[in-house]
């Protein structure tokens, strides 16, 4: 979204450094997860926002490191306040947290959107870590 960091640098680093790279799509009112390549295909889905139009990737985010994850704003619990949707909570409720073997989940924010404590519902996903342009700051 407009407002929110970019990620194409970083992005086309973790292509650049030869990890595969997975970008959410809109399926179905659902998030899939298509490989994302420098200079790709991409078109803007159901939201504006531009997807990549590539096959989805059936392995899901089954097997990766590390799930980025947009947000208005995260607390220093790591509560993440999406654009209400629950695209993201919901594309989590079934991928491990990291304590359990998964990925570490970790929340893109700008560093003044990093708060003492947000509002959360049960069902929210969590992140480990947030990354703002000062760095990676993992959360307890």
């Known amino acids: 979204m407009p407002a929110e960091p970019g990620t194409g640098p970083s992005l086309a680093a973790l292509t650049a ?20 390549e420098v200079g ?15 096959p989805v990737d059936p392995r899901g985010l089954a097997g990766v490191d590390v799930v980025l994850l947009p947000a208005l704003a995260v607390d220093t619990a790591g509560h993440r ?3 209400g ?10 991928v491990p947290t990291l304590a359990d073997g998964g990925p ?4 893109v924010v700008f560093a003044d959107e990093v708060l003492d404590a947000l509002p959360h519902e ?3 996903a969590t992140v480990d870590a947030v990354l703002t342009e000062s760095g990676l700051v993992p959360l307890p």
């Open 17 to 36: 450094a030869g990890h595969r790279v997975l970008v959410p799509r809109i399926d179905a009112g659902t998030l899939a997860w298509a490989s994302w």
């Open 40 to 54: 790709g295909r991409l078109a803007p889905g159901p939201f504006g926002i531009l997807e990549p139009t590539g």
């Open 81 to 83: 306040l999406g654009q």
């Open 85 to 94: 949707g629950g695209y993201y909570d919901r594309a989590l409720a079934h």
């Open 104 to 107: 570490q989940r970790v929340a």
């Open 122 to 124: 049960p069902h929210d």
